[in-house]
């Protein structure tokens, strides 16, 4: 099996690589220290076409599936991860719409997506059900040709920016069931939208994770994506999949670059009373060879996942829910094991290293978290279902 990226996508890891070293990386701190949403990210990524990695090439996009997702966004985080956070909930939302799209919503949607003119973005947690992302409240009723919408959701990254939004609720017959939901896409400024304060999170401060609340948000029949109800088939086949990869590879960005952190501290920091570098200490050298084969292990798992999900394999879903688990455990502790090779400068405020930490510990609480996706790997390694 081919685990690695085919010529197509090493020549866009390439153009990636180029547009994050001289638009993304000059702007990584601002972003971070100053909460900026990264409009220059999402803009250099769509004039580079990559807005429509994962739409298909008969309408404009590049055509990428899962492998594709990791690699760009692990590019980009290695840089900037609120970036890659960003573009990651913007691809996962464009892989929603494009899983079942009608010609109304290929044209409104994903062509506008390839050409790099529209930004959509994710919007399922809740604060009744938290973590349980699967269980949306929000109510969808149909009356002629339209549906309202009443709830709120939480944390919605691109909140405010994004031109569209994915939503969940739960399916409009009164007969629907707690977990029965439907997707829906919302363009910006529908009436009865409004969005709540701006959330200060402790990493990923560019992301503009916010609140939104929909009083009666009229929304037209056409944007209903699939059929109502059509949760179980959008969550495990879509959602999670393309989520799963987007945050691993942001994530699995961040580990490499505690990596490249603590490689060039132990590179240029000398001692004057020896002359001597922290490459030159016995104990540094094994420390540092552990955190790359741990990266590097991390990697393997994750294009491993990747490249069995594109396949369609039908034993990829333990490797799936595993890789996004691993890649946040490898991005926490990477970047504390940088902070503590890169000594009293790493331990400054807001130096390079305390920023991905912080932006690392996200990893852990997006859901699907840590903790649930751990059980859910021993489910599905066991036979058992996962819900
Ligand atoms: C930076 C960031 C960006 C985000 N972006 C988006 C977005 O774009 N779209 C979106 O829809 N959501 C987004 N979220 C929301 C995210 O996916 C979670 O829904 C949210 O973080 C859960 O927060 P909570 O406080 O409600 O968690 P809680 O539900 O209160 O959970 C708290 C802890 O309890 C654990 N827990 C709860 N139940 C179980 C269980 N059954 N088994 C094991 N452990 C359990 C959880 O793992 C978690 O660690 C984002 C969150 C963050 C932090």
Redesign the pocket.
Known sequence: MNRFPTTRLLEIQARVEALTESKIAPMAQRVDRECIWPAHSMQALADEGLLGLNVAENLGGLGQGLLGLSVVTETIGRVCPSSA?CFG?HSVATAVIAAKATRYQEDQYLRPIARGEHIT?????E?G?????WLPETSLAANDGHYRVNGA???????GHADSYVISTLASEETSELGDFSCLVVDRDTAGMTWLEAWQ?F??RG?S?RGVRFDDACVPRGNLLGQEGDQVWYVFEVVAPYFLMAMAGTYLGIAQSAVDLASNHLRSRGYSHSGETLAGVEALQTCFAEMWVTAEKCRGLVREAATRGDLGQPDALPFLLACKADAADTAVKLANDAMTLCGGQAYRENSRVAQILRDAR?G?????????LK?WTGRALLGLPLL
């Open positions: 956070l909930m973005t994710l919007a399922l947690a604060q059900s938290g973590a349980h992302f959701k939480q944390f919605v990254t691109n909140g999170g990493g990923m992301n994770s996200a852990h609480v997006m859901s699907p978290t840590t903790n649930i059980s």
